[in-house]
């Protein structure tokens, strides 16, 4: 294969060992391609129980495509105020043809990570919810 996924990491929380809801999360991948292809790389989220939770490609996120490349080359996909709640979660990556008809290679639970809120919570997603109470009538 003219592309190879060399490896798939996620950077530690800051201050502990589980992210919290809120958090930034970073995936970052390494990976080698002949000089100047243009990859499209594909991230998968599932929960430990096999719900999918993110399927979102390069192209997807930022509007492009990966490339041209190097022969070794790095991309980060980063979620911005994590909106999961207490679980542990697998990471997939494939790298594929940009018209994605042709999957070059693939890392299943290629890297996990753990989310903790500190408290009792259900469900999957963390809601902003809020809530004000009063009066029938007062403003």
Same mark, same amino acid.
């Given at each position: 294969s003219?592309?190879r996924?060399?490896?798939?990491?996620?950077e530690?929380?800051? $201050?502990?060992v589980?992210?919290?809801?809120?958090?930034?999360?970073?995936?970052?991948?390494?990976?080698?391609?002949e000089?100047?292809?243009?990859?499209?790389?594909?991230?998968l989220?599932?929960?430990?129980?096999?719900?999918?939770?993110?399927?979102?490609?390069?192209?997807?996120?930022?509007?492009?495509?990966? $490339?041209?490349?190097?022969r070794?080359?790095?991309?980060?996909f980063?979620?911005?105020?994590?909106?999961?709640?207490?679980g542990?979660?697998?990471?997939?990556?494939?790298?594929?043809?940009?018209?994605?008809?042709?999957?070059?290679?693939?890392?299943?639970?290629?890297?996990?990570?753990?989310?903790?809120?500190? $408290?009792?919570?259900?469900?999957?997603?963390?809601?902003?919810?809020?809530l004000?109470?009063?009066?029938?009538?007062?403003?």
């Amino acid at each position: 294969s003219p592309v190879r996924l060399v490896r798939t990491w996620v950077e530690p929380p800051a $201050g502990g060992v589980a992210y919290r809801p809120g958090d930034r999360v970073v995936i970052g991948i390494e990976y080698e391609a002949e000089p100047a292809m243009t990859v499209r790389a594909r991230l998968l989220l599932h929960t430990h129980d096999g719900v999918q939770m993110i399927n979102a490609s390069s192209y997807d996120i930022a509007g492009a495509d990966l $490339g041209p490349t190097d022969r070794l080359n790095q991309a980060r996909f980063t979620i911005e105020d994590l909106p999961l709640l207490d679980g542990h979660y697998l990471v997939t990556v494939i790298l594929q043809q940009p018209d994605e008809t042709r999957e070059f290679d693939r890392s299943d639970q290629a890297a996990t990570f753990d989310v903790n809120s500190g $408290g009792p919570v259900t469900g999957r997603v963390a809601f902003r919810l809020g809530l004000e109470t009063g009066p029938v009538g007062v403003a």
